[in-house]
């Protein structure tokens, strides 16, 4: 089965730093889509940031980048200038493709900002 | 902007009761899917479709049916709940086939099974 490895249980990161969420993900299709997704304390999923697997460079929307490597299969989540509100779940998850939209979530990350 | 709406937002049933879990999306999505949430293993798939009449199973349907008889909602039944089944379900829809299509997700339903 399809896995996604988000290894990073819960992090702290002190305001105004930057902080690297980590995930990594298996697959032998060449052809995917990577997501990341945040979940505040309210509950719901909101959609952050979207890397393909033949996209050249790494995705980037405002303080969000994915530092994506391809060869490594990995997509983490690069946060800058982290503030409190970012404080939150974070879920990696994967589009293998096909006919459908059907994405494999990770674990997630628990992100924590500290003033 | 509606987008995916989920009813009911909180939901306690005893063992052996069912119940339905409604979702709606007014963005006209092909795509259609159930995830639940439990502590420390992400959101799960249970059920997914790519259209009226077509659904399919995710990773952990057992326990679950759906239908999908209109485009526009997608509901998820429990037909006889168990304590496993306590979780946080989420409805969420798409653009069918399009890999860099997001997800847009309900705001949850809390379900207590006792």
């Known amino acids: 089965a399809q896995k996604i490895t988000q290894t990073q249980p819960g992090m702290f990161v002190q305001e105004k730093e930057a902080v690297t969420l980590d995930c990594t993900y298996d697959t032998s299709d060449p052809s995917y889509g990577l997501f990341w997704y945040k979940q505040p304390s309210s509950g719901e999923m909101i959609f952050l940031i979207y890397q393909g697997s033949y996209d050249q460079q790494n995705a980037t929307e405002g303080r969000y980048s994915l530092n994506f490597q391809k060869a490594r299969k990995s997509a983490n989540l690069v946060i800058s200038a982290s503030q409190l509100g970012d404080s939150a779940m974070y879920f990696c998850a994967v589009n293998y493709g096909g006919a459908t939209n059907k994405l494999i979530f990770g674990t997630g990350t628990l992100l924590a900002v500290q003033p | 902007n509606a987008g995916v709406t989920q009813t009911p937002k909180f939901q306690v049933l005893k063992t052996g009761q069912s119940m339905t879990l409604q979702c709606a999306q007014d963005m006209n999505h092909e795509y259609m899917s159930w995830y639940r949430q439990d502590p420390g293993m992400g959101l799960r798939l249970i059920h997914y479709?790519?259209?009226?009449?077509?659904?399919d199973q995710g990773e952990v349907p057992n326990g679950y049916n759906v239908s999908r008889s209109t485009t526009e909602d997608f509901p998820l039944r429990l037909l006889s709940a168990a304590p496993s089944q306590t979780s946080v379900y989420f409805c969420?829809?798409?653009?069918?086939?399009?890999?860099?299509?997001?997800?847009?997700f309900g705001n949850g339903t809390r379900l207590t099974v006792t």
């Open positions: 969420a829809s798409g653009t069918a086939g399009w890999l860099d299509s997001p997800l847009h």
């Open positions: 479709s790519v259209g009226a009449g077509i659904t």
